[in-house]
């Protein structure tokens, strides 16, 4: 059976899609190769625009748990500063928000097929898309999302990550101590080689994330357990954290190669490009979520007014390109030694930079359609 879309990929960016196409009565084919969600390397932090997106696609992330975010805090060597954040902000783990989505996908009619990867995406000589699973079956449609998130499909690569960064995810059960000091914070820590970040989520538990560039994971022997005591010496802030908490997962889990900063330029006829797959924002700034969502509403709104592909990439890019140039710029501060001694000490005199550096580093809203308005179009 032929289908009008077809996505690759039910994280956040397909299943946001999917939802909407669905609810404008399309037929929709969402493949997804986990047979169900699992812990994704994230930090889990949900900006405004984020909950905003969410919401407009009747995800209640309060009845699934997730827990408010109000201050930030930054963290080097032995200083800490803290400031508000300039928008309603929350966490909920990946596991528990990418459930929520691929039920509200299926509620809304799509066809959601868990636990089958997608191995090529190729086009008819008719100009369809095939979409080639694991098990040899061909799934075929005249539109199709690229929504893979951090992996590639062979014809659509994104650049090689010069960097090489890495990232892990741990939960742990902090101290009670530590966990009602960490309050409802939302802590970024700062170590050469990369950054981290740590706050509560759901369950009484808290997410600590950091990523670190390959050449310093080296220097511990390519050990992540010795990286994370390495980041404790470097930065107090996160050993005091960490004294007396439970981990809760045997390992970290991890991923490699993130290009930051990449923005997808081009694409072909009825191929819209979308999360991760159109462009990859620092981690530190939170906001991946926020753009998944906000590249998955764009790209719907153009699918629907009939705006070719290649024309709405380009449009997409030219939006995005000032924040994650301006992104890119205050992750290169934090990532080298004089800006990482500095910056606590500037936010403790000026704390208004974190909050304008947020504000910054977000998607405008002017530049997107409103979240309402692409699920209704
Ligand atoms: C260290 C780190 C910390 C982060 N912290 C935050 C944060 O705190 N807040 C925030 O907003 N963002 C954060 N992000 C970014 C955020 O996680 C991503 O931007 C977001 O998940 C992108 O959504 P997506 O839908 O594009 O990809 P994903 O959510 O990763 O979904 C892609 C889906 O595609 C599936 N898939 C992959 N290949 C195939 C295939 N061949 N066939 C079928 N299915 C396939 C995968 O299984 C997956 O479910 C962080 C990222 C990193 C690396």
């Avoid at 966990?179 to 369950?203: F, K, R, T, W």
């Avoid at 994971?217 to 954290?241: E, I, T």
């Avoid at 208004?352 to 998607?363: D, N, Q, S």
């Amino acid at each position: 059976m032929q289908d009008e879309i077809v996505i690759l990929g039910g994280g956040v960016a397909g299943c946001a899609a999917a939802i909407a196409l669905a609810r404008n009565g399309r037929t929709v084919r969402l493949i997804e190769r986990e047979p169900t969600p699992r812990h994704k390397v994230c930090g889990e932090f949900l900006s405004g625009e984020a909950l905003e997106d969410l919401d407009a696609l009747e995800i209640d992330v309060v009845a699934l748990g997730a827990v408010p975010i109000a201050n930030v805090r930054l963290a080097a060597a032995r200083r800490a500063a803290e400031a508000p954040l300039p928008f309603p902000a929350k966490s909920l783990t990946r596991k528990t928000l990418d459930t929520a989505l691929l039920a509200e996908a299926k509620a809304a009619g799509v066809r959601v097929e868990c636990g089958r990867s997608v191995e090529s995406l190729t086009r008819t000589p008719a100009g369809n898309w095939q979409a080639r699973l694991d098990n040899g079956v061909v799934r075929e449609a005249s539109t199709a999302f690229l929504a893979t998130g951090k992996h590639d499909m062979r014809s659509f690569p994104r650049p090689d990550d010069p960097q090489r960064w890495v990232a892990f995810k741990m939960y742990y059960r902090l101290s009670p101590n530590q966990a009602a000091d960490l309050d409802n914070a939302s802590e970024l820590m700062l170590y050469p080689g990369g950054y981290g970040g740590i706050q509560p989520v759901e369950g009484g538990i808290a997410n600590l994330c950091w990523v670190v560039q390959q050449k310093y994971l080296a220097r511990a022997g390519n050990r992540w357990d010795k990286f994370l005591l390495q980041m404790q010496k470097d930065c107090p802030h996160l050993a005091m954290r960490l004294e007396g908490a439970e981990p809760l997962l045997a390992k970290p889990i991890t991923v490699a190669r993130i290009p930051y900063g990449f923005v997808r330029s081009t694409t072909e006829d009825g191929l819209y490009c979308i999360g991760d797959q159109a462009a990859v924002i620092p981690s530190f700034t939170g906001d991946g979520i926020s753009v998944a969502l906000h590249t998955a509403r764009c790209a719907v709104a153009a699918f629907l007014a009939d705006e070719p592909a290649p024309l709405f990439q380009a449009r997409l890019r030219t939006s995005l390109l000032p924040q994650m140039r301006l992104a890119e710029f205050a992750a290169d501060g934090i990532n080298n030694t004089l800006g990482r001694a500095v910056l606590p000490f500037c936010l403790r005199v000026w704390p208004g930079v974190m909050r304008v550096t947020a504000r910054l580093t977000r998607v405008a809203a002017a530049q997107a359609p409103a979240a309402s308005q692409a699920v209704c179009v």
